[in-house]
């Protein structure tokens, strides 16, 4: 077969059965291949930046590597912001990226891909040779699902049309669950444990697969739970679950991590996010559980680090204090679970009087989280909103939120989405990202959307301009005009481009817009454009 076949049936053979991209010269023969010699999926962007973010997307609900395709040189400028996003998230996916020939040198498309690539903190991997077809591949996802990072397959124009003499070869994962059976280290843990008043477990995206068990180890030492934002999901229906640890922490969680006295981490980082900007690590002794040694004490000291797989440490912890008879903690009081209940029932009455013709955000944000299906895939964009919606919209699993934080830049979420979306086959995905983040990038993805009929709501957090510029200016008591954008209506355009949409500038059109947009016999996507007032959306604040 031709390379271009190969690299299609290699693709396929690696058990990719989803792709995204965007064609071009050097990627446009495996594409086709992939989907009518393989029968692939695939799904077309109209800007690769939006093709990776899908792969991004894919990845963080499915938990599989996500794979998406670019041709060459601006093809793989156009993605650089995408893939340094995937990286700060510590994300496994596989980009296919064509490459100029090597012989041309004034060739108008013609860059230092493996120079870019690399300046992002993505993997590049090249196709050696037509014959190292599987060999190179497999190498690129390997390094992907190892590395937790994005890895870019570069191939060679001039390699398309030539021969290949293809064999399949198996793609092999190494076995990396483990759990300390005994140590200085775990004998350390457990001493600290024992002897902890009031400890918080902390779980992180890198828990998922360990819910269950964490969930046995916090009951069994009656500490009660709370997640880094990645594990938002994690521990739904413990009445002990004090939610996102960190910078959008509500007061109770605040207080009972604040006013703790060990913190026992699984599977997160203890980022500065999620340590408060160290509010919230402030004079306590600290457990990490991580799979990966290179994580423990990353970002945050610990007293002892333990390298295992969450679940199976969790599950060794709680046989170690069986054996020892050491007590609970006692720190799961009722006071405790009576102020955490008290808390979902007083943020529903938080009456606020926004400006004329604009819905107040947390009214926004409850109200999504009320009417929208319980079952759902929460994207969520970057901008001042999420202060307020990250902590009051709920999900129900691991794997159900999706941020795009990783480097703090707007207009990742309508791509990412996407992705998702694909990989929730068919439950309903929720998207909320501001008016700038949609007009920066991907508002051209609708049509996309659309074409696909996504079950996919976008809520566009309306504040007319860019909301955390805003904040600055009138933290420096100066007019806040030059942050300010008279946007066209995002509804009409929604609708020109093939979805639905509505405009909503009170909660009673809110709640109508949900109500159709969550229609049972809807298809396709549907955007809220909801008008929200700047001046009333707040930033967030470190825990003192």
């Known amino acids: 077969m031709k390379v271009h076949q190969a690299i299609a049936r290699a693709l396929f053979d690696t058990g990719t059965a989803q792709l995204y991209g965007l064609i071009g010269d050097a990627n446009l023969f495996m594409v086709n291949s992939y989907i009518n010699d393989c029968g692939g999926k695939y799904l077309g962007a109209t800007h690769e930046a939006a093709a990776v973010l899908m792969a991004l997307g894919h990845a963080r609900v499915s938990g599989a590597t996500g794979v998406a395709t670019v041709t060459h040189g601006p093809a793989l400028t156009n993605a650089l912001t995408a893939l340094v996003e995937g990286v700060k998230a510590a994300t496994s996916i596989v980009l296919l990226a064509g490459d100029t020939p090597g012989e041309d040198r004034e060739h108008a498309q013609s860059v230092d891909q493996r120079a870019l690539v690399l300046a992002t903190g993505a993997g590049f991997e090249p196709l050696r040779s037509p014959q190292t077809v599987a060999e190179d591949l497999n190498r690129a996802f390997y390094r992907a699902r190892t590395e937790h990072r994005p890895i870019v397959f570069n191939m060679p124009l001039e390699f398309q ?186 943020r529903r009455q938080m009456p606020r009087t926004p400006a004329a013709g604009t819905v107040d955000l947390f009214e926004l944000a409850q109200t999504v989280d009320q009417m929208f299906p319980r079952d759902r895939v929460y994207v969520s964009g970057t901008g001042r909103f999420i202060r307020v919606c990250w902590p009051e919209i709920a999900v129900q699993g691991g794997r159900d939120f999706v941020d795009t934080i990783g480097c703090a830049a707007i207009g990742l979420g309508l791509g990412t989405a996407m992705g998702a979306a694909v990989a929730a086959g068919g439950r309903p995905t929720l998207l909320v990202l501001g008016d700038g983040g949609l007009m920066l990038g991907g508002l051209s993805e609708l049509a996309t ?96």
């Open 449 to 544: 959307a659309a074409r696909e009929q996504l079950n996919l709501v976008v809520v566009v957090c309306n504040d007319g301009g860019y909301g955390a510029e805003y904040v600055q200016f009138l933290d420096k008591d100066m007019d806040p005009a030059l942050s300010l954008n008279h946007w066209a209506g995002f509804a009409p355009v929604a609708q020109a481009l093939g979805c639905d949409g509505r405009s909503v500038t009170n909660t009673d059109e809110l709640r109508a817009a949900l109500q159709a947009a969550t229609a049972a016999d809807r298809q396709g996507p549907f955007l809220i454009d909801v008008k929200i007032d700047p001046a009333m959306t707040p930033y967030y604040q470190s825990p003192k």
């Open 161 to 346: 049309w030539q021969e290949a003499d293809y064999q399949k070869l198996p793609l092999r994962f190494p076995e990396a669950r483990s759990a300390i059976a005994s140590s200085a280290d775990m004998d350390e843990a457990i001493g600290i444990i024992a002897s902890a008043r009031r400890p918080v477990v902390v779980a992180g995206r890198g828990a998922v697969d360990g819910e269950a068990a964490i969930q046995r180890f916090a009951e069994r030492i009656e500490a009660p739970v709370a997640t880094s934002l990645r594990g938002k999901g994690l521990f739904a229906d413990d009445p002990f679950n004090l939610g996102i640890c960190g910078t959008v922490s509500h007061a109770v969680a605040l207080d009972a991590i604040g006013s703790s006295d060990c913190l026992i981490a699984f599977g997160a980082s203890l980022n500065k996010y999620t340590a408060g900007l160290g509010g919230l690590i402030r004079g306590k002794r600290i457990i990490q559980v991580n799979p990966l040694a290179s994580q423990i004490g990353r970002f945050t000291p610990v007293t002892v680090g333990l390298v295992g797989d969450p679940g199976l440490t969790a599950d060794a912890m709680v046989e170690w204090l069986d054996k020892a008879e050491i007590p609970g903690s006692g720190a799961r009081t009722d006071d405790l679970r009576a102020q955490i209940a008290a808390h979902k029932a007083r």
